[in-house]
């Protein structure tokens, strides 16, 4: 159950308490059906929603190729554009909206996700390069229930403002538990400079970085 | 961004057959070969290049980092820049490379990237990667507008009338110091291309940026082993303190025998159209003793040709100045 605000004396009705996401994602789920331009269609993963396009549908899509993905220990077969990036792919075709897509050039580090265990940059690849490879994404490290020890160390420090490249930040520093890198904050900072946070809350990512480093 | 096909070989023959058939391996090549992506895929985003097949080389193998005989070291071309910079051979015989390595990029940008992709890796000049600006690299004979436009981070060594674009790498720089050789797979066998005539200056066809030609596979590069004693060195000088390009860098490898200088190496980037080795730094440095002074002197000799454009001209004292304290670090006793 979502926590509903205290203070606000109207409770909400069970259609308000859905949330603004899980809204948007029925709406756009529904709009695939008639929807004749979809570039790309889940095949398996919600082949059960009667309103999931039919491989045939899909297949239709121009130059539309399929593609095996392993992401977060599930394998997805979907039909996707030959261009389409593991970073689209995720969040258009899978639903896997934690990824997020900044710059969509390898700058900014937005879409950062673990590539058989190292962090990459998801907009740069393709998603036909990568049916052999393990992805793991924000989805797979850490439920709301049980968070990552560092998911619940940006809590605990803040590390964050408008939230847009927490999950990146977050995955580039779960991956750097286990790079070599030095002790100090600067080193932490220099690890993370793929990173870019716009809020400026780099103090806070780094304290939250130390401290689980300083858990293990 | 154009729709393409993917194309993935089993082998190193299959692979240079896919390409072989393009008009070209240089700009525009409507086939090319495909490692990390972080370079191709983003200017494939920017319609700056538009290949029509991609080649997959990515299940090749190609990857060990591993020691020859008589002390050298042979890199694949699908080594990615993490593994490189980390492993414990260059590490111990050659820090100018894992630290050209570590100061570029992002570590999400080096676990991708390969040796072979960065030995390629395109300038970041503005105009080449806007396709609404007329660009000589990029479409042929169409102008260079960064002459006369934002040019601070463009080069001052090797230029052109028709091209003054930067080559960024920082890995090329270091290997071009260390005289690596550049080893190619090609339609017609094996050639093993010293560094030094990899790159091609500008000229009239900025257009063509190495020898390599339709069908040719960096397969690995080797490094040959450094004099005894000898001590190298990665100086980068640049706008941020991380993931920024360089504005002048320098790659140093050096010997100090008796107090005097036996063995001299200099490359430079940031400040060239190519991976810029300076034969003018080494001869002046040479049997002298290894002051700041004679390495000042060097430094002039190194950017003696220098012709700064409109916007670029600090980057000469700044790369005298990189050079200068990179041969301080040096030759610095432990």
Same mark, same amino acid.
């Given at each position: 159950?979502?926590?509903?605000?205290?203070?606000?004396?109207? @409770? %909400?009705?069970?259609?308000?308490?859905?949330?603004?996401?899980?809204?948007? &994602?029925? #709406?756009? $789920?529904?709009?695939? +059906?008639?929807?004749?331009?979809?570039?790309?269609? @889940? %095949?398996?993963?919600?082949?059960?929603?009667?309103?999931?396009?039919?491989? &045939?549908? #899909?297949? $239709?899509?121009?130059? +539309?190729?399929?593609?095996?993905?392993?992401?977060?220990?599930?394998?997805?077969?979907?039909?996707?554009?030959?261009?389409?990036?593991?970073?689209?792919?995720?969040?258009?075709?899978?639903?896997?909206?934690?990824?997020?897509?900044?710059?969509?050039?390898?700058?900014?580090?937005?879409?950062?996700?673990?590539?058989?265990?190292?962090?990459?940059?998801?907009?740069?690849?393709?998603?036909?390069?990568?049916?052999?490879?393990?992805?793991?994404?924000?989805?797979?490290?850490?439920?709301?229930?049980?968070?990552?020890?560092?998911?619940?160390?940006?809590?605990?420090?803040?590390?964050?403002?408008?939230?847009?490249?927490?999950?990146?930040?977050?995955?580039?520093?779960?991956?750097?538990?286990?790079?070599?890198?030095?002790?100090?904050?600067?080193?932490?900072?220099?690890?993370?400079?793929?990173?870019?946070?716009?809020?400026?809350?780099?103090?806070?990512?780094?304290?939250?970085?130390?401290?689980?480093?300083?858990?293990? | 961004?154009?729709?393409?096909?993917?194309?993935?070989?089993?082998?190193?023959?299959?692979?240079?057959?896919?390409?072989?058939?393009?008009?070209?391996?240089?700009?525009?090549?409507?086939?090319?070969?495909?490692?990390?992506?972080?370079?191709?895929?983003?200017?494939?985003?920017?319609?700056?290049?538009?290949?029509?097949?991609?080649?997959?080389?990515?299940?090749?193998?190609?990857?060990?980092?591993?020691?020859?005989?008589?002390?050298?070291?042979?890199?694949?071309?699908?080594?990615?820049?993490?593994?490189?910079?980390?492993?414990?051979?260059?590490?111990?015989?050659?820090?100018?490379?894992?630290?050209?390595?570590?100061?570029?990029?992002?570590?999400?940008?080096?676990?991708?990237?390969?040796?072979?992709?960065?030995?390629?890796?395109?300038?970041?000049?503005?105009?080449?990667?806007?396709?609404?600006?007329?660009?000589?690299?990029?479409?042929?004979?169409?102008?260079?507008?960064?002459?006369?436009?934002?040019?601070?981070?463009?080069?001052?060594?090797?230029?052109?009338?028709?091209?003054?674009?930067?080559?960024?790498?920082?890995?090329?720089?270091?290997?071009?110091?260390?005289?690596?050789?550049?080893?190619?797979?090609?339609?017609?066998?094996?050639?093993?291309?010293?560094?030094?005539?990899?790159?091609?200056?500008?000229?009239?066809?900025?257009?063509?940026?190495?020898?390599?030609?339709?069908?040719?596979?960096?397969?690995?590069?080797?490094?040959?082993?450094?004099?005894?004693?000898?001590?190298?060195?990665?100086?980068?000088?640049?706008?941020?303190?991380?993931?920024?390009?360089?504005?002048?860098?320098?790659?140093?490898?050096?010997?100090?025998?008796?107090?005097?200088?036996?063995?001299?190496?200099?490359?430079?980037?940031?400040?060239?159209?190519?991976?810029?080795?300076?034969?003018?730094?080494?001869?002046?440095?040479?049997?002298?003793?290894?002051?700041?002074?004679?390495?000042?002197?060097?430094?002039?000799?190194?950017?003696?040709?220098?012709?700064?454009?409109?916007?670029?001209?600090?980057?000469?004292?700044?790369?005298?100045?990189?050079?200068?304290?990179?041969?301080?670090?040096?030759?610095?006793?432990?």
């Amino acid at each position: 159950m979502a926590p509903i605000d205290e203070k606000d004396p109207q @409770p %909400l009705t069970s259609l308000e308490r859905i949330s603004r996401r899980v809204f948007l &994602t029925r #709406a756009g $789920a529904a709009g695939v +059906a008639t929807a004749t331009a979809a570039v790309a269609a @889940p %095949l398996s993963a919600q082949a059960q929603a009667p309103t999931a396009a039919a491989p &045939t549908e #899909a297949a $239709a899509v121009p130059g +539309a190729v399929p593609v095996t993905l392993k992401v977060n220990g599930s394998t997805h077969r979907v039909m996707v554009d030959p261009r389409a990036t593991v970073l689209d792919t995720l969040r258009e075709t899978l639903s896997l909206t934690g990824t997020k897509k900044g710059c969509d050039h390898g700058q900014c580090g937005a879409c950062t996700v673990h590539l058989n265990g190292r962090r990459v940059n998801s907009c740069l690849l393709f998603a036909t390069m990568h049916q052999n490879d393990e992805i793991t994404t924000i989805e797979g490290i850490g439920t709301p229930e049980k968070l990552h020890p560092m998911q619940a160390a940006f809590v605990q420090e803040d590390g964050y403002q408008c939230g847009y490249c927490t999950s990146g930040q977050i995955m580039s520093a779960v991956a750097l538990l286990k790079e070599p890198v030095g002790a100090d904050d600067a080193s932490v900072r220099e690890a993370l400079s793929g990173n870019i946070c716009r809020c400026g809350a780099y103090p806070n990512i780094v304290a939250a970085v130390q401290a689980v480093r300083h858990m293990a | 961004m154009h729709t393409f096909e993917l194309i993935t070989p089993a082998s190193v023959t299959e692979a240079v057959k896919a390409q072989a058939g393009s008009p070209t391996a240089q700009q525009g090549a409507p086939v090319r070969f495909i490692a990390g992506g972080t370079n191709l895929v983003d200017f494939m985003k920017l319609n700056v290049e538009t290949p029509r097949q991609l080649v997959d080389i990515n299940r090749l193998g190609l990857d060990r980092v591993e020691a020859l005989p008589g002390g050298g070291v042979k890199i694949g071309a699908l080594a990615r820049n993490t593994d490189v910079a980390q492993h414990e051979l260059i590490k111990a015989r050659y820090p100018v490379l894992s630290e050209a390595i570590l100061s570029g990029a992002t570590v999400q940008l080096r676990n991708l990237a390969t040796t072979g992709g960065n030995l390629l890796q395109k300038t970041r000049c503005v105009y080449y990667r806007d396709t609404a600006f007329a660009c000589n690299k990029r479409n042929p004979g169409s102008g260079c507008p960064a002459i006369e436009g934002h040019n601070r981070m463009l080069a001052v060594l090797g230029t052109s009338e028709h091209c003054i674009a930067t080559n960024p790498s920082d890995q090329n720089v270091a290997l071009t110091a260390l005289e690596a050789t550049v080893h190619v797979t090609g339609a017609k066998g094996e050639r093993a291309i010293p560094i030094a005539e990899f790159y091609v200056l500008p000229g009239a066809t900025p257009e063509r940026e190495t020898v390599l030609a339709p069908g040719d596979l960096i397969t690995h590069v080797t490094i040959p082993a450094l004099p005894d004693g000898a001590k190298s060195v990665y100086l980068k000088l640049r706008d941020r303190a991380s993931y920024e390009f360089a504005l002048a860098s320098a790659a140093i490898v050096t010997q100090v025998s008796g107090g005097r200088i036996s063995f001299a190496r200099v490359a430079m980037g940031g400040v060239g159209t190519v991976p810029w080795r300076s034969h003018e730094a080494e001869k002046a440095l040479l049997g002298k003793a290894a002051t700041r002074e004679n390495f000042r002197a060097a430094a002039e000799a190194a950017l003696h040709g220098a012709k700064p454009q409109t916007q670029n001209g600090f980057k000469v004292e700044l790369a005298k100045r990189c050079v200068t304290h990179a041969l301080t670090l040096a030759t610095k006793q432990a």
